[in-house]
């Protein structure tokens, strides 16, 4: 009888531990979401890693964005990107050309402006595993996409829970191609210029480059 009990006692405990841990990770992002959205600019530093060990991919680079609001300059890849609030600004300074477009409204892409809110819609969420990272709390969330006919597979976002902000996002696809995005430096409220989130079409056609509007 005590067995039967005891049984019933465990079940019963991780019932309760399984409904508490989607709102348990809501909560934490809801913090995460909320601190972000207080500040007036970020600026983050970050490694990028993308793999795929059946395609033979393996590849590493380093990129930084300055957000404001909807606004960014993104660095990337020896590019920039630059939005304005209105259009989206390609600049290929190797190819000497720049692209203008709208900005993408596809709901699944990772654009540098949803970079920090992505998670806020489209995912269930559940608790994941706790790290220590050079004596830094990193607490994972798993996300899972609601949308069925996505191509993202699932997303891990670890959140440092002394700063609340995001340390890392880890991306699998369901062609089995892994995105991760290490944090290396997360700055708030710097001095920016007036001018930062302004293109200069005249001058990249001063200097010979080729501007191309879609």
């Given at each position: 009888m005590q067995k039967i009990v005891l049984v019933f006692a465990l079940v019963f405990t991780t019932t309760i531990l399984s409904a508490q841990t989607p709102?348990?990770?809501?909560?934490?992002?809801?913090?995460?979401y909320n601190r972000v959205k207080s500040y007036d600019n970020i600026f983050v530093d970050f490694k990028f890693d993308l793999k795929n060990a059946e395609a033979g991919i393996n590849q590493e680079t380093r990129g930084d964005v300055t957000?404001?609001?909807?606004?960014?300059?993104?660095?990337?890849?020896?590019?920039?990107?630059?939005?304005?609030?209105?259009?989206?600004?390609?600049?290929?300074?190797?190819?000497?050309e720049v692209t203008?477009?709208?900005q993408s409204n596809e709901e699944d892409a990772m654009t540098p402006s949803k970079m920090l809110t992505f998670y806020k819609q489209g995912h269930n969420y559940e608790w994941d595993i706790l790290q220590n990272v050079q004596g830094r709390k990193i607490?994972?969330?798993?996300?899972?996409?609601?949308?069925s006919n996505t191509e993202i597979k699932s997303r891990l976002l670890g959140i440092d829970m002394g700063t609340k902000h995001i340390y890392r996002l880890i991306e699998t696809g369901k062609n089995g191609t892994?995105?991760?995005?290490?944090?290396?430096?997360?700055?708030?409220?710097?001095?920016?210029?007036?001018t930062l989130f302004t293109f200069d079409e005249a001058k990249y056609k001063d200097d010979g480059y080729y501007i191309l509007r879609n």
């Open positions: 709102e348990k990770a809501k909560a934490l992002l809801d913090e995460v957000l404001a609001g909807d606004k960014y300059v993104f660095n990337y890849l020896g590019s920039k990107q630059l939005y304005d609030g209105k259009k989206v600004y390609t600049i290929v300074p190797e190819n000497e203008i477009e709208d607490q994972y969330v798993k996300l899972t996409p609601i949308d892994k995105t991760t995005i290490t944090v290396n430096s997360f700055k708030t409220n710097q001095p920016l210029s007036a």
